[in-house]
């Protein structure tokens, strides 16, 4: 949420008659994203997105992400489409920094999702699965079950200091998940973090998908169930089912649920919020001096699994088969 | 540089309802501006910026800031115009803050101006002059020469440690501005802050003036003063008299000056360079733990100001008559 690299009005120029889009009439330094600086550009063709991604994105998994959106923006799925120079080329260079401009999305992020809000995000979700079938390009998901351990390692002995508790509640939850993790579900392309800021509507209709920078390759069922984390609870961790079942059976419209992703479901979103436990929990922990952004609560997804705890059925999160 | 208030989709979708703008299609908080929180808005009737005033405007200025902004632009001057709601009044509130829509104005900042960029903003300051010359609100400059010395107060203790001297030299340039500050010059409304940010091309083609957050009623060439110093400096304090002398007859173009205000610009530019000065060095004392905005160097206008106490006479900042 900063513009963490300054580039100036003749570096942009320059980059942009690399580019077909026409000649710059004005850019804007946006507060989207986390780890990335991005700037609204208007041109004389139109808008777009400029991205600069810094250093926690890792240059050698972007030629995967933008190839990606390309693919589903090509199958008619609403997402940012890399724009291409004139050399034919997305990823470009700018301020030292990797840079791709993509199209402009129009929509806004719904802060407090509406079951229809949910139904409609379940559609998209399971289009994109559809979209990314055919992509021949692989990224392993390595913020899945075999990243916990090492990643709570890091957080293990100032976890209590967060939450009493919590380191044991943590170690109990991977001592579940780690053996019984699912494997063999139906696969493919996932986007991995489409939380509310990642999903545009105008009015109630869902107009764009954006931020596919944890795209990866992983079981549909678990971007599934890290949407039903993602929109389905308060921050107070209660469940609403409405919201799940309006998720569910907005994605069984498109693509039915398998009996093992059905069997499957409480692990899944069960791990899924471990998973954003643990991530957000580190860098709780490791907010770096003057930084511009702050850290997301670990938390909220503490008191997540209090639920999924209890969840034993895929009836519990609102399926009803 | 900063989004300090977050405005929800819904919050934001009800402030809508009362302006006949259209229905919301995006918006993205924007890093414009030092002191309040900008919106870029996308509506079906066109674009926008939504401003959140935070605590540093002080709410009864607004007023005079918006009504200013009306009549410029109706008098032509490219400068973002208040959007009046449906009960015909432009300043409303949203989370709590005073906030406004103005149009949104295309054009990119030059971060190294050239002369023909400084002849162009020649012309539009002295078109700023005469359209405001009508316009029937008062603002005092509150940040003229009586406020130097209760600024410099604040900071004197500390100035030293900033810059071996500093003190002194301070004193000594306001013992020597404050008897010999001009008085009864032409005067009006001056934009009294039009630095490179504040001004907008596409190509070489000046194409509007923003934020007028510290416009007031003050003489015409110390606004001339301000933006020799804002413009024609390298910020070793290097200055550039072809800058200056660009700057000065694209404004005489339009506005000549009179006598007593080219005899009083070296005295001015001065004045000038001392207000920044202060007002930087209050702010590099002053930075609140946890910022977001890098404080501006003070030091850039102590270089300048050893240019200014040697310059004698208009012709010095490129003045030719």
């Given at each position: 949420?900063?513009?963490?690299?300054?580039?100036?009005?003749?570096?942009?120029?320059?980059?942009?008659?690399?580019?077909?889009?026409?000649?710059?009439?004005?850019?804007?330094?946006?507060?989207?994203?986390?780890?990335?600086?991005?700037?609204?550009?208007?041109?004389?063709?139109?808008?777009?997105?400029?991205?600069?991604?810094?250093?926690?994105?890792?240059?050698?998994?972007?030629?995967?992400?933008?190839?990606?959106?390309?693919?589903?923006?090509?199958?008619?799925?609403?997402?940012?489409?890399?724009?291409?120079?004139?050399?034919?080329?997305?990823?470009?260079?700018?301020?030292?920094?990797p840079?791709?401009?993509?199209?402009?999305?129009?929509?806004?992020?719904?802060?407090?999702?509406?079951?229809?809000?949910?139904?409609?995000?379940?559609?998209?979700?399971?289009?994109?699965?559809?979209?990314?079938?055919?992509f021949?390009?692989?990224?392993?998901?390595?913020?899945?079950?075999?990243?916990w351990?090492?990643?709570?390692?890091?957080?293990?002995?100032?976890?209590?200091?967060?939450?009493?508790?919590?380191?044991?509640?943590?170690?109990?939850d991977?001592?579940?998940?780690?053996?019984?993790?699912?494997?063999?579900?139906?696969?493919?392309?996932?986007?991995?973090?489409?939380?509310?800021?990642?999903?545009?509507?105008?009015?109630?209709?869902?107009?764009?998908?954006?931020?596919?920078?944890?795209a990866?390759?992983?079981?549909?069922?678990?971007?599934?169930?890290?949407?039903?984390?993602?929109?389905?609870?308060?921050?107070?961790?209660?469940?609403?089912?409405?919201?799940?079942?309006?998720?569910?059976?907005?994605?069984?419209?498109?693509?039915?649920?398998?009996?093992?992703?059905?069997?499957?479901?409480?692990?899944?979103?069960?791990?899924?919020?471990?998973?954003?436990?643990?991530?957000?929990?580190?860098?709780?922990?490791?907010?770096?001096?003057?930084?511009?952004?702050?850290?997301?609560?670990?938390?909220?997804?503490?008191?997540?699994?209090?639920?999924?705890?209890?969840?034993?059925?895929?009836?519990?999160?609102?399926?009803?088969g």
């Amino acid at each position: 949420m900063a513009v963490y690299t300054e580039v100036s009005d003749e570096a942009l120029t320059t980059f942009l008659a690399g580019y077909g889009i026409g000649t710059l009439l004005s850019y804007k330094g946006i507060a989207e994203g986390v780890e990335n600086t991005n700037f609204y550009l208007h041109t004389t063709s139109g808008s777009y997105i400029l991205t600069l991604y810094e250093k926690r994105v890792r240059a050698e998994d972007l030629p995967f992400f933008l190839n990606l959106m390309e693919h589903l923006a090509a199958r008619g799925l609403a997402c940012p489409q890399p724009i291409r120079n004139r050399d034919g080329v997305a990823l470009g260079e700018l301020c030292g920094r990797p840079a791709v401009i993509v199209s402009f999305l129009d929509g806004v992020s719904v802060k407090r999702p509406q079951p229809d809000h949910c139904r409609a995000l379940g559609r998209a979700l399971a289009g994109l699965h559809e979209a990314g079938a055919d992509f021949g390009m692989r990224r392993d998901n390595n913020l899945s079950v075999a990243s916990w351990e090492p990643l709570f390692r890091i957080a293990e002995a100032q976890a209590d200091g967060v939450s009493p508790g919590l380191a044991g509640r943590v170690r109990a939850d991977l001592a579940v998940l780690q053996p019984n993790w699912p494997r063999g579900l139906p696969a493919g392309v996932i986007h991995a973090d489409l939380f509310t800021d990642n999903v545009f509507f105008i009015g109630d209709d869902l107009s764009g998908l954006i931020d596919f920078y944890f795209a990866c390759t992983d079981s549909f069922a678990y971007d599934l169930a890290i949407c039903l984390n993602a929109w389905c609870f308060e921050a107070d961790g209660t469940f609403h089912r409405d919201r799940g079942a309006a998720l569910i059976s907005g994605y069984e419209a498109v693509r039915p649920l398998t009996e093992d992703e059905i069997a499957a479901l409480p692990v899944l979103c069960r791990g899924a919020a471990l998973r954003f436990l643990l991530t957000r929990l580190v860098d709780w922990l490791n907010v770096p001096p003057g930084a511009l952004v702050q850290p997301k609560d670990p938390l909220e997804y503490d008191r997540r699994l209090t639920f999924h705890r209890g969840a034993k059925r895929a009836a519990d999160y609102g399926w009803s088969g």
